[in-house]
């Protein structure tokens, strides 16, 4: 079928996404990663496993045949308090579950879409995952270490809980098709944006190895490079590198896009998902034949030539086999009336940050949204030789082994991004440029004021995030590049405003980067407009300001700084016990899952039902005497708390 005649109206914007990847933190860290040909892997730390007590040279069973993969760095790092979680929640949660919340966040600030405003809305959430490391170690100590708060580690869980968090009440799905996994919930969210399910979607992809298992299995299947290096394309590839990865990109309606004044990254024209079915000689084979129908139907999809597109971002996984059919199958359906002077890149972000298995696709996805909008190919890592299982000479197949510029056509460069599972399952998506932004004149006139209001769940992040700020309104700050009144009206408008707030009113980036910096004064009152003057005071004490009144006509969204998170390490090594022998103290920083004073009620810091229960066996335990639960009950402050557990302490001693 063609899709021709309604390309338009099924397309879908990229209007925002976020990452935590080896070596890069967010996608600009992961832009300047590829532009310099950064290999991210490293020697495996301990805290994942004694990578010294499992690696042989020469693998038997048991041993693993690799020293390296990509890892994250702070992979236990969290901020409990801005989700509302006890130092014990915190501990206990997958980490994955963890990184993911704060990614989410990160992609939705970068889309500009205020998660208080998505909060009962049928926004989708779309998790490709194959792992739950964190709880079989877990289950692996043994059945009395196993309690109920394991439930909260199932895998089903990952889409679920940012679907709690945020009150989304649209599809929330965990898709596991093995490394094709994100790429399948790129393709499902899609067709739940197209039929008008979901206004908006979350789609993300989870990787963190914490166990040696899957890589002792690869290594006796053959398939793990033993230097730990992904080397596609290469004579030389010898398997995969595994590696770790959060990445979430939020989807919408292009036209919805349009019209809500959204910033668009790129464009999914078409997608397309198949099994191989009996195709190759086992499930577990790869078939060139289903790779060239998922291709072809997902071109189909687009109403898009595959002769036009410029750059696909493959699988590369860097198996000696896999590769060669890949590309094969690349050159047989994109080749196909190429002229001979374009030929047809193809790299892999593997070569980088290693395999990360589930999350590979939404990593692949990320890197080309990121080639599309710097209009560059960066080069694929590890190519020496290339493999001869490959017929270069009749295929317009490019590795780029240098930084290659995007052709201008006079119209949007276009890229794939490809998928395989081990489940036989194949994806490809179909991406395009965004269009320019239409030229817009913003109304600014010099000399007259904004408004430019911060706000952060604590203190110290606001703090943070004014420094922020201030190096990004600085001379060589990338807010210099966009009007001081889009700048106030996407903070105004496009972020959520928290508890602890900030508004500072400045006529030009300078005065309000010194102002922020401490070493400028805001306009003084004499000369600032009564209605800014009364908006600061209103926005500072917690009240709701109208913004759109303020701003006056509708400003234009620009990217801005992120939310600065207070992290913290979680991680099941005795926290608490380290930091306090007091027993009260311990069980406050067991529980409460905000910072406290004295007069803190329970509930405000988190202090329900279910804690007072846990309280009382924990208690129980350390004491060696039944606790009354009726006293427990009548507490109402964590002062009275804190005096009544170091009673029954004393009475018990």
């Given at each position: ?281 086992s499930v577990l084979n790869p078939s060139k034949t289903g790779q060239v129908e998922v291709l072809r139907w997902a071109y189909e999809d687009a109403g898009v030539s595959p002769a036009d597109v410029d750059f696909v971002e493959a699988h590369g996984a860097g198996s000696p086999v896999l590769d060669a059919l890949e590309i094969t199958a690349l050159g047989e359906v994109l080749g196909e009336d190429r002229p001979s002077d374009r030929p ?203 913004w759109e009144a303020i701003s006056g006509e509708p400003g234009r969204f620009v990217p801005l700084p992120g939310y600065p998170w207070q992290t913290k390490r979680y991680w099941p090594d005795g926290e608490c016990e380290e930091r306090t022998g007091d027993l009260a103290e311990w069980v406050l920083c067991e529980h409460a899952r905000t910072t406290y004073e004295d007069d803190s009620t329970l509930v405000d810091v988190g202090i329900d ?45």
């Amino acid at each position: 079928m063609n899709r021709t005649d309604d390309v338009g109206a099924r397309s879908i914007a990229v209007i925002g996404m976020a990452c935590r990847l080896p070596g890069a933190d967010g996608p600009d860290e992961l832009w300047d990663l590829l532009r310099d040909g950064v290999d991210a892997t490293s020697e495996t730390p301990p805290d994942r496993y004694d990578v010294d007590s499992l690696h042989s040279e020469r693998p038997g069973p048991g041993t693993i045949g690799s020293r390296r993969a990509g890892y994250l760095a702070g992979m236990a790092d969290f901020d409990a308090e801005f989700f509302e979680m006890s130092a014990t929640e915190a501990v206990e949660l997958d980490p994955q579950q963890r990184l993911l919340l704060m990614t989410a966040w990160d992609a939705l600030e970068d889309a500009g879409r205020r998660p208080d405003e998505l909060a009962g809305t049928r926004t989708g959430v779309f998790v490709g995952n194959a792992r739950a490391d964190y709880l079989e170690i877990r289950f692996r100590e043994g059945l009395q270490s196993v309690t109920a708060s394991q439930l909260n580690n199932f895998r089903s869980l990952l889409p679920a809980r940012l679907s709690y968090f945020l009150d989304l009440r649209g599809p929330s799905v965990l898709i596991d098709t093995a490394c094709s996994s994100s790429l399948v919930a790129v393709h499902s969210a899609v067709q739940s944006l197209r039929v008008r399910e979901s206004p908006l979607a979350l789609v993300a992809g989870v990787n963190l190895a914490l166990r040696p298992d899957e890589g002792v299995m690869m290594t006796q299947a053959g398939a793990l490079a033993a230097d730990g290096r992904s080397k596609f394309a290469d004579a030389a590839a010898d398997g995969h590198t595994p590696g770790d990865a959060v990445g979430v990109v939020v989807l919408k309606r292009l036209a919805d896009a349009l019209a809500d004044g959204d910033r668009i990254r790129a464009v999914i024209e078409g997608s397309a998902v198949g099994n191989d079915g009996r195709t190759s000689g086992s499930v577990l084979n790869p078939s060139k034949t289903g790779q060239v129908e998922v291709l072809r139907w997902a071109y189909e999809d687009a109403g898009v030539s595959p002769a036009d597109v410029d750059f696909v971002e493959a699988h590369g996984a860097g198996s000696p086999v896999l590769d060669a059919l890949e590309i094969t199958a690349l050159g047989e359906v994109l080749g196909e009336d190429r002229p001979s002077d374009r030929p047809l890149l193809v790299g892999s972000v593997k070569t980088n940050i290693g395999h990360a298995e589930a999350a590979g696709g939404i990593a692949g996805l990320i890197k080309t949204v990121l080639c599309l909008e710097h209009g560059q190919v960066p080069q694929s890592l590890h190519l020496d030789t290339a493999t001869p299982q490959v017929a270069w000479d009749e295929l317009p197949v490019l590795v780029p082994e240098k930084l290659h510029d995007l052709p201008d056509h006079g119209r949007p460069c276009r890229a794939g991004v490809s998928g395989q599972g081990s489940s036989s399952l194949n994806a490809h998506v179909v991406v395009r440029q965004a269009d320019p932004p239409p030229a817009v004149a913003t109304k600014e006139k010099a000399g007259r004021p904004y408004l430019l209001p911060l706000s952060a769940r604590t203190p110290e992040a606001l703090a943070a995030l004014r420094r922020a700020y201030t190096a990004y309104l600085g001379a060589d700050g990338p807010g210099s590049a966009f009007p001081l009144r889009d700048i106030c009206y996407s903070a105004a408008v496009r972020r959520q405003h928290h508890e602890h707030r900030l508004a500072v009113v400045a006529s030009s980036h300078e005065e309000m980067a010194a102002v922020l910096g401490g070493s400028g004064e805001s306009q003084g009152h004499g000369r600032t407009p009564r209605k800014l003057a009364k908006a600061v005071e209103l926005y500072r004490n917690g009240g709701t300001v109208d913004w759109e009144a303020i701003s006056g006509e509708p400003g234009r969204f620009v990217p801005l700084p992120g939310y600065p998170w207070q992290t913290k390490r979680y991680w099941p090594d005795g926290e608490c016990e380290e930091r306090t022998g007091d027993l009260a103290e311990w069980v406050l920083c067991e529980h409460a899952r905000t910072t406290y004073e004295d007069d803190s009620t329970l509930v405000d810091v988190g202090i329900d039902s279910l804690a007072k229960l846990r309280i009382i066996v924990e208690l129980s335990q350390q004491t060696g005497h039944e606790i009354d639960p009726e006293e427990l009950g009548r507490l109402r402050t964590v002062g009275a708390l804190r005096e009544w557990i170091r009673a029954t302490e004393a009475r018990t001693a």
